[in-house]
């Protein structure tokens, strides 16, 4: 296993357009989380999945984010109409449901939202 | 809501010599997990070491340890030796179970530089 696993790696939208980014975790994982991580800051938890259920969401989560996970493997995340707020780094992480243990990151999506 | 607070936005270190970042937090709930985890530039973000609030005993990881003062709710990372390849962002997270889940809340980072 390579790890976790992010596509793209960057991508640069214009504003209003709609975006999608996947996320491949390690394969005998059975959580995954969503987070946003911006210059300056730390990871901002948006939405986490165990199996194929989303468990839960941030309350800061947007209406026009959505992330699936159809079949508890890989998950994607959408940002429909994206703002120029919506720029930054889009970090997924992996761990089993041993808790709490160590999250497995991928490398990130980095959005930029002219 | 739990807080996570790193009140030192960067750091440097000469090579071989040791630093200690710091972190505090703010929960009413008596067991939890804190963790570090280092994001060296433009690479990903991995764990450096992992404190059950349960424990007494500080964790330790070769050249990395903490200093965990549950009253104090802080949660210290000592590197020694520190080495070039320690340059990185370091956080700290906490996290604690709600209803099954596991949701992390990380520190806004401390930058670390180590010299030659």
């Known amino acids: 296993d390579t790890g976790v696993s992010q596509n793209p790696r960057h991508k640069i939208t214009k504003r209003g357009q709609n975006v999608t980014f996947r996320c491949d975790p390690i394969?005998?994982?059975?959580?995954l989380y969503w987070y946003r991580q911006t210059l300056g800051q730390g990871p901002e938890f948006l939405t986490y999945?165990?199996?194929?259920?989303?468990?839960?969401k941030s309350r800061l989560l947007s209406d026009r984010f959505s992330a699936e996970r159809p079949k508890g493997s890989f998950s994607t995340l959408e940002i429909q109409r994206t703002e120029q707020g919506d720029s930054a780094m889009y970090l997924c992480?992996?761990?089993?449901?041993?808790?709490?243990?160590?999250?497995?990151f991928g490398p990130g999506t980095r959005l930029t939202v002219l | 809501a739990q807080t996570v607070t790193q009140s030192q936005p960067e750091m440097s270190v000469q090579e071989a010599e040791t630093v200690t970042l710091s972190c505090t937090y703010d929960?009413?709930?008596?067991?939890?997990?804190l963790f570090w985890y280092k994001q060296p530039p433009s690479r990903q973000m991995i764990l450096v070491i992992r404190?059950?609030?349960?424990?007494?005993q500080n964790a330790t990881e070769n050249r990395f340890s903490v200093n965990f003062q549950k009253a104090a709710k802080s949660f210290s990372l000592k590197i020694s030796d520190s080495q070039l390849g320690d340059t990185a962002m370091y956080f700290c997270?906490?996290?604690?179970?709600?209803?099954?889940?596991?949701?992390?809340?990380f520190g806004r980072g401390t930058s670390l530089i180590v010299h030659p």
């Open positions: 992480a992996s761990n089993s449901v041993a808790p709490p243990g160590e999250q497995f």
């Open positions: 929960t009413s709930e008596s067991n939890y997990y």
């Open positions: 404190q059950e609030a349960y424990k007494q």
């Open positions: 394969s005998e994982h059975n959580r």
């Open positions: 997270a906490f996290m604690k179970e709600s209803g099954g889940s596991y949701i992390p809340t």
């Open positions: 999945f165990q199996n194929e259920a989303q468990l839960e």
